[in-house]
Structure formats: structure tokens, C-alpha cells
């Protein structure tokens, strides 16, 4: 297919108008006639080639943008790892339960029988980037929860706690009273967790202090440390266990970091 000319058309027509204006007019209106023969002409041959590479452009544009839309639209498909046989569960949720396994082992060497539920919310960033968080306990004597704390050196620590209503503090700690108070059997963690702990710890930090390095309790519950050749009380500890209790207390005390030897008067404990 032969290419069209595109002079043809715009030569022509000037060919023809100076023709018309030559032979129709005169003076200097023939002369202005000609210079808008020749200026139409011009238009006609630098408009056309003009337009037609702007809507090529215009195209070449549309086009463009047409592909990069495409190109936006389409996605490659994540790879998500996939679970072993029989798991769905996602990692957070994997991770989450080595770390409940974990709380339970801890928690059923002291109590057997314990289960728990979280309290806290999203309890798997705690595990992931530390931090304290509250569960729930049940089939524990005297407690019913527990703050969990994590670090980041992947180790955590459980302090048992009992939360009760206000309004019933009174009756229940006349219960608890009366249960040590009857001889009934009790568990020397439980007993140094709620009655013995926070007072020990205070005793000692202060006697430390003071450059002592040691304490002994007397049967009573009495503390007494040695002030030159005597020996002075310091404290009591209420509710101190039976003498049945001591060797499993003196376990307790050397769990916590303390040196506890059962004696035939009661426990001499050093620092």
C-alpha cells in the first residue's frame, strides 16, 4: 500500500486560490489575499503531522498506564511456611503453648493437681518480647493467681498471689487463721509465700544492713539474732509451721538463695 502524500492536498489548494485571487482582485487586497493563501496552506501542512503525534503520545500514554495498572494489580503469591502434618495452628500460637507446658511444669512440682487459664491479653507477646503477665489458678490451696514474669534471657519467675473482695478480707483471713491455728496439715511453700516471705526478706535486708549474716527462728516463730555473746529477738513470724514442717521449710529457704539448717530448736538460716 502506497503512502498517501501529505503535500498534495495543501499545494493544490494554494495553486488554486493564488490562481482565484490573481484573477478576481487587484491592489492590495489581492496582495493580503495571497499572504492568507500562503498562511492557510502553512497551517495545513504543520497543524496535520502536529496532532497526529500528540494523539500517538496520547497513546503510547494510555498505554503506559494501562500496564503499570496491570502490573499493580497482579501480586506473586506469599509463601507462608507450611505446618507439619496434623498442625494448622500459627507460630504465636505454637510458641504460646511451649510456654504454657513450661508454667505448668513449674507450677505441678509444688501443687499436682493445679490447671490455669491467662488473664492477661495477647499473652504471646509476653512470651516473645517479655514482660509480666497474670494467670488464673485453680486447685490451688490459698492462692488464685499468679504473676508470670519473662525476660529476655528466655527465664521467668511466678509470684502466687490470693485476690479476694474487700468486703470479704475479714472472713477470709479468720479461715486461714483457724486452719494453721487446728494443726491441720499444710505445705511449707504455701505457708512461706503468704505468711513468711515478705517478713524474712524484710528482716534480712535490714539486719544485712547492719552487717549481720545470719538469724536463727525459734520453734514459736521468734527471730533472733546475736548481738555479741547473747542472743537478741528481733521478730516473730506468725503462724509458724510445726516442727514436722521444718526440713521441707529449710527446702524452701535454700530454693530462694538463703543457707537453712534444721537445728533441735529451730532453723538457723545465713546469707
Not at 84 to 89: D, E, I, R, T, Y
Not at 178 to 186: F, L
Not at 199 to 225: D, K, M, P, W, Y
Request: aromatic residues 12%; positive net charge; hydrophobic residues 40%.
Amino acid at each position: 500500500m502506497k503512502k498517501k502524500n501529505i503535500f498534495i492536498g495543501p499545494i493544490s489548494f494554494l495553486i488554486v486560490a493564488i490562481l482565484a485571487v490573481m484573477a478576481f482582485t487587484e491592489g492590495s487586497l489581492q496582495n493580503w489575499l495571497t499572504l492568507g493563501a500562503f498562511g492557510v496552506t502553512g497551517l495545513w501542512l504543520i497543524v496535520p503531522p502536529i496532532w497526529r503525534g500528540f494523539k500517538k503520545r496520547r497513546k503510547k500514554t494510555k498505554l503506559k498506564s494501562k500496564r503499570l495498572r496491570a502490573k499493580r494489580k497482579f501480586r506473586f503469591p506469599k509463601f507462608k511456611a507450611k505446618a507439619p502434618a496434623g498442625q494448622s495452628a500459627p507460630i504465636s500460637a505454637v510458641l504460646l503453648r511451649h510456654v504454657n507446658h513450661r508454667i505448668s511444669d513449674y507450677l505441678k512440682t509444688v501443687f499436682p493437681d493445679v490447671t490455669w487459664e491467662w488473664v492477661s491479653k495477647h499473652p504471646e507477646r509476653l512470651a516473645a518480647e517479655g514482660g509480666t503477665g497474670r494467670i488464673r489458678l485453680y486447685n490451688v490451696p490459698d492462692f488464685n493467681y499468679a504473676d508470670v514474669l519473662f525476660n529476655q534471657m528466655a527465664q521467668f519467675d511466678c509470684d502466687l498471689m490470693r485476690i479476694v473482695p474487700f468486703a470479704k478480707l475479714k472472713t477470709v483471713l479468720g479461715d486461714s487463721e483457724t486452719e494453721i491455728k487446728s494443726g491441720q496439715m499444710i505445705d511449707p511453700a504455701v505457708w512461706y509465700s503468704i505468711q513468711g516471705k515478705a517478713t524474712l526478706e524484710s528482716c534480712i535486708a535490714e539486719l544485712n544492713s547492719r552487717g549481720f549474716s545470719a538469724l536463727s527462728i525459734s520453734e514459736n516463730g521468734e527471730i533472733f539474732v546475736k548481738q555479741g555473746d547473747k542472743e537478741q529477738s528481733y521478730k516473730t513470724l506468725r503462724f509458724f509451721p510445726e516442727k514436722k514442717y521444718w526440713q521441707g521449710l529449710s527446702d524452701v529457704l535454700n530454693r530462694s538463695g538463703l543457707t537453712a539448717n534444721v537445728l533441735e530448736t529451730g532453723i538457723a538460716v545465713s546469707w
